[in-house]
């Protein structure tokens, strides 16, 4: 008999001539029917080409065993860890993932909520889109009380799990190493501050300069997109004013490759005139010229950490619940600040 991609049980039923009760019951291993009914319904199976319909299966036991995953770029270091993190954790649980990507795009992002809803994932992990500011589209998942976690960049108005970094540490002790090192007119490049990581960031950063009593001027705080285009126009603003500073920390390390290229272009010398922290810990990082001081934080930790949660409320049948996740976070110094 030919192969057909759409072989059913019944298929198999009819070429064996028995009941397709009796070949289902087969392919489950089921007790009641013989070793050899089980042998010989295994061998047409494997001879006509059939595969099991696990969507349909899973349907009719109202659980598809998959998650869905929302991000904002794949290319960005953190998010592709977090991924992996998401994905090896899922699969040891016998989950499957569908990733969409928002290009921090909201109505992209919205679009990925309804292909996912359709999709009828089991519960959905997400990192909202850079310029997301109404999140409406979400309520798909929590008015239906389907489980929804968010990481990194989250939603406090959402009663749901959330899985971040100590952000506010991690501009703590940037700030303070840079301090440290003898800096004493401090620049911040932030993110949006709709968005709680960087309004974190932000604070963290504050507190160290209260903190070692230094002034705290409003033109060395610059909210920005952290690309890098709009990392070249916050260094260009910075390090062309009347009176520049002598470091930034940049929210992204992105941003911070952008200042360090600009700097160099403009022969200002990085660290001694110059001393620039990142935060991430991008690959490239290490490999800049000179090397990249970062705030390290583990987007593989943090993927696998949601993952985790979101399966333990799926499993246990919780539905959406609030708890927020802290991860720590640690200072890498190279030579971008390593002052003399």
């Given at each position: 008999m030919k192969k057909d991609n759409?072989?059913?049980?019944h298929d198999i039923?009819?070429?064996?001539?028995?009941?397709?009760?009796?070949v289902s019951r087969a392919l489950n291993n089921n007790?009641?029917?013989?070793?050899?009914?089980?042998?010989a319904v295994r061998e047409m199976a494997n001879k006509l080409g059939y595969q099991p319909n696990a969507l349909a299966s899973n349907l009719r036991t109202s659980c598809t065993k998959t998650i869905g995953v929302i991000i904002p770029r794949i290319s960005r270091y953190f998010f592709s860890s977090a991924i992996t993190g998401?994905?090896?954790?899922?699969?040891?649980?016998?989950?499957?993932?569908?990733i969409c990507q928002s290009n921090d795009e909201e109505e992209r992002e919205a679009d990925c909520v309804q292909t996912l809803f359709a999709s009828r994932v089991d519960g959905i992990i997400s990192s909202v889109a850079i310029n997301t500011t109404?999140?409406?589209?979400?309520?798909?998942?929590?008015?239906?009380?389907?489980?929804?976690?968010?990481?990194?960049?989250i939603v406090d108005e959402l009663?749901?799990?959330?899985?971040?970094?100590?952000?506010?540490?991690?501009?703590?002790?940037?700030?303070?190493?840079?301090?440290?090192?003898g800096c004493k007119r401090i620049a911040h490049v932030s993110g949006p501050q709709h968005l709680n990581i960087y309004i974190n960031r932000l604070q963290g950063y504050l507190k160290a300069m209260r903190k070692h009593k230094l002034v705290i001027a409003e033109d060395l705080i610059l909210e920005s997109s952290l690309t890098r285009e709009d990392?070249?126009?916050?260094?260009?603003?910075?390090?062309?004013?009347?009176?520049?500073?002598?470091?930034?920390?940049?929210?992204?390390?992105?941003t911070a490759l952008s200042i360090i290229l600009y700097a160099k272009e403009n022969n200002i010398n990085i660290p001694e005139q110059l001393a620039v922290v990142g935060f991430s810990n991008e690959p490239f990082s290490e490999y800049l010229s000179?090397?990249?001081t970062t705030i390290e934080q583990s987007g593989f930790n943090v993927g696998t950490k949601a993952t985790e949660l979101l399966l333990d409320i799926i499993s246990n049948k919780t539905g959406n619940k609030q708890e927020t996740i802290v991860l720590p976070v640690n200072l890498l110094e190279r030579e971008s600040s390593n002052r003399k």
């Open positions: 759409n072989i059913t049980i039923a009819k070429a064996l001539n028995i009941s397709g009760s009796t007790s009641r029917i013989s070793d050899k009914t089980k042998k998401i994905e090896e954790f899922a699969r040891k649980k016998g989950y499957n993932v569908i109404n999140h409406d589209h979400y309520k798909t998942f929590t008015n239906r009380n389907i489980p929804l976690v968010f990481f990194d960049r009663e749901t799990c959330k899985v971040v970094v100590d952000d506010f540490k991690g501009g703590f002790i940037a700030a303070e190493h840079l301090i440290s090192k990392g070249l126009l916050c260094a260009k603003k910075l390090l062309e004013s009347a009176n520049p500073p002598d470091a930034i920390f940049a929210a992204n390390d992105t000179p090397s990249l």
